[in-house]
């Protein structure tokens, strides 16, 4: 089996209420959040899961009440690991929020995979999440719409996680660890572990499918992988994961 090593590019963070991402848990406390564009290399490959954003064009339309700071632009990360834009010819798109999606347009070659019935909705937003999603911010981008888990390479599986979007997706990747899972839903290690324990897991805070999400969330947790929480607060300062 092959096998990659992940990098997690610090792209910008989001200051957030920690409800955003714990479901009817600890509203209230607000904390500052990483947003990471993650770089997988392996077999010649050069993939990225998400591409980011930046805090300005965030902030002119975020959804939900937070506020943003850049890091490190796309460019400048993928730069420090010998890439440019141009090397990027695939993403694996875990959604199409904003947070995760606004620097897409800065990869010029690349195609992004994403769940058919996200981009569906994401085309024709219900008018509650029309902040969320906007045509126009897609025009012009080459998409492979794919539907369910799909095999993207070998060592590479893509998981139909939906709950938190329509059609929200995670990235099982094998490494010389073991399989590792990048949550494709905004989350943090509490997702996973509650600290109450009065839930086996605590779905996303801001989610289209409430049961989904938790169910997605359980999915992942029993996979035995290690679990990368996409808004993981432990992974500041990691060069690779695991």
């Known amino acids: 089996m ?25 509203s209230g406390e607000k904390r500052w ?17 998400d591409s ?14 937070a506020g943003y700071e850049d890091v490190k632009p796309l460019e400048e990360a993928l730069k420090e690991r010998g890439l440019t834009v141009e090397d990027i010819t695939e993403v694996i798109q875990t959604h199409l929020h904003s947070d995760h999606w606004l620097n897409g347009k800065r990869l010029p070659r690349a195609t992004f995979w994403v769940q058919e019935e996200e981009l ?17 911010r897609y025009e012009g981008m080459k998409f ?25 997706q995670s990235v099982q990747i094998e490494t010389d660890q073991g399989k590792a899972i990048i949550a ?4 943090i290690p509490e997702n996973f572990y509650p600290p109450d324990k009065a839930l086996e897991v605590i779905p996303p805070g801001y989610h289209l499918d409430l049961l989904q999400g938790y169910d997605s969330v359980l999915r992942i947790k029993k996979s035995g992988a290690i679990i990368i ?11 690779t994961i695991p």
């Not at 494709?184 to 989350?187: A, L």
């Open 184 to 187: 494709g839903f905004c989350s």
């Open 144 to 168: 492979k719409a794919i539907k369910g888990d799909t095999r993207f390479a070998e060592g590479i599986e893509i998981l139909y996680t939906p709950g938190h979007s329509a059609g929200t």
């Open 2 to 26: 092959k096998t990659y090593k992940i990098f997690p590019l610090l792209i910008g963070r989001l200051f957030a209420d920690i409800g955003t991402f714990n479901y009817a848990n600890f």
């Open 52 to 65: 980011g954003c930046v805090a300005e064009e965030m902030a002119a339309v975020s959804a939900i009440k």
């Open 120 to 136: 569906a909705f994401a085309m024709n937003p219900h008018p509650f999440f029309s902040r969320s999603f906007n045509r126009k």
């Open 229 to 239: 929480p996409l808004h993981d607060p432990n992974l500041e300062g990691k060069t």
């Open 33 to 49: 959040y990483p947003i990471f564009s993650f770089l997988i290399q392996g077999d010649g490959r050069n993939v990225l899961i």
